[in-house]
């Protein structure tokens, strides 16, 4: 049995989960990098 993949559902699933997971980095991380850049200046 041939393994078919519908590439245009992995590529849209892909960009779902990889804007969700920067927005999530963003508005984790930014806050606390500045609050460190802030500390160590």
């Known amino acids: 049995m041939p393994?078919?993949?519908d590439w245009q559902i992995v590529i849209?699933?892909?960009?779902?989960?990889?804007?969700?997971?920067r927005n999530a980095?963003?508005?984790e991380f930014k806050p606390t990098?500045?609050?460190i850049t802030?500390?160590?200046s």
């Open 3 to 5: 393994l078919s993949v």
């Open 12 to 21: 849209a699933t892909l960009q779902v989960v990889y804007e969700f997971f």
């Open 25 to 27: 980095v963003e508005l």
């Open 33 to 35: 990098i500045r609050a």
């Open 38 to 40: 802030l500390f160590i």
